[in-house]
T-cell receptor
Framework: RKEVEQDPGPFNVPEGATVAFNCTYS??????FFWYRQDCRKEPKLLMS?????NEDGRFTAQLNRASQYISLLIRDSKLSDSATYLC???????????WGAGTKLIIKP | DAGITQSPRHKVTETGTPVTLRCHQT?????MYWYRQDPGHGLRLIHY???????DKGEVSDGYSVSRSKTEDFLLTLESATSSQTSVYFC?????????????FGAGSRLTVL
């Protein structure tokens, strides 16, 4: 089992729709959780950190479920510009160690 | 955006040749990282540095070495490139003002080993 697992997709979603995807992690001791966004042939960029109580940034909402060991990302009112690969990141056993999921590809269609 | 540049951005080389990738930052960050990204895999840490001349191995360090003689430069060397090292290599710096575990990445170096 991979330490961080994501559905690779692609998720094909019409513009304006709501889309959500999850990421499961195996280390119950993990404390730091993030979503990064990566455009095609570009570098990953931080989208948002994920806090225990859940957090929202505009159209994006991140949730953490410690009991089931997954984090989720919800995108409301999706835009064409949201098309990208979304990477889930979880810290490992030590502070410097970040474990990266392989990403979920999202395609927003007009 | 953070000042982090990678060079070269693209390189094609032959098996057995040495290759050096350079990461340069202007942010004075203590920590610098080299990752590789391959289809179907998450980013995998090759080596990282926590200060000048202070480096340590990541999860996929075999076949790679690094050096950091100045705060701003972190070099990744493939002593004798193999086809399995064909990949996109990303340098990253951290921590950032967004958090201790948040990284800022360079634009990547695409390496093809024939």
């Amino acid at each position: 089992r991979k330490e961080v697992e994501q559905d690779p997709g692609p998720f094909n979603v019409p513009e304006g729709a709501t889309v959500a995807f999850n990421c499961t992690y195996s280390n119950s001791a993990s404390q730091s959780f993030f979503w990064y966004r990566q455009d095609c042939r570009k570098e990953p960029k931080l989208l948002m950190s994920v806090y225990s109580s859940g957090n929202e940034d505009g159209r994006f909402t991140a949730q953490l479920n410690r009991a089931s060991q997954y984090i989720s990302l919800l995108i409301r009112d999706s835009k064409l510009s949201d098309s990208a690969t979304y990477l889930c990141v979880v810290n490992g056993d030590s502070n410097y160690q970040l474990i990266w999921g392989a990403g979920t590809k999202l395609i927003i269609k007009p | 955006d953070a000042g982090i540049t990678q060079s070269p951005r693209h390189k094609v080389t032959e098996t057995g040749t040495p290759v050096t990738l350079r990461c340069h930052q202007t942010e004075n960050h203590r920590y610098m990282y080299w990752y590789r990204q391959d289809p179907g895999h998450g980013l995998r840490l090759i080596h990282y540095s926590y200060g000048v001349k202070d480096t340590d191995k990541g999860e996929v360090s075999d076949g790679y070495s690094v050096s950091r003689s100045k705060t701003e430069d972190f070099l990744l060397t493939l002593e004798s490139a193999t086809s399995s090292q064909t990949s996109v290599y990303f340098c990253a710096i951290g921590p950032t003002t967004s958090g201790a575990n948040v990284l800022t990445f360079g634009a990547g170096s695409r390496l093809t080993v024939l």
